[in-house]
């Protein structure tokens, strides 16, 4: 089992920055892939971006690139967001998750689930 917390999430205006972080805690957490998804008011959930179990491999979804960078640091045990150029349909409940698949785009979500964190940017 892997447990997953998110933090960082807020209230931002348009324009400017968030960085969401994940914290992993269970066995070989390390070895799994890690990705953020986020879900907006009566839109379905849909993958921002992942990293493998190395973070030499990237994926981003296209409306997020140039935008938002992810990142891990196996020694915490933690993968980040940094969101930047926030714009108002950013908006939306973010989830950490874990993978022990490196299967991009991820359409069939991941393994494993953090509660989510909210991100909400202003006009």
């Known amino acids: 089992q892997v447990q997953l917390v998110e933090s960082g999430g807020g209230v931002v205006q348009a324009g400017g920055s968030l960085r969401l972080s994940c914290v992993a805690s269970?066995?070989?957490?390390?070895?799994?892939?890690m990705g953020w998804y986020r879900q907006a008011p009566g839109k379905e959930r849909e993958i921002v971006a992942a990293?493998?179990?190395?973070?030499?491999?990237?994926y981003y979804a296209d409306f997020v690139k140039g935008r938002f960078t992810i990142s891990r640091d196996n020694a915490k045990n933690s993968v980040y967001l940094q969101m930047n150029s926030l714009i108002p349909e950013d908006t939306a409940v973010y989830y950490c998750?874990?993978?022990?698949?490196?299967?991009?785009?991820?359409?069939?979500?991941?393994?494993?689930w953090g509660k989510g964190a909210l991100v909400t940017v202003s006009s």
């Open positions: 990293v493998n179990w190395s973070g030499k491999r990237l």
């Open positions: 998750a874990a993978s022990d698949l490196w299967v991009p785009p991820f359409s069939n979500g991941m393994n494993y």
């Open positions: 269970g066995r070989f957490v390390n070895n799994y892939a």
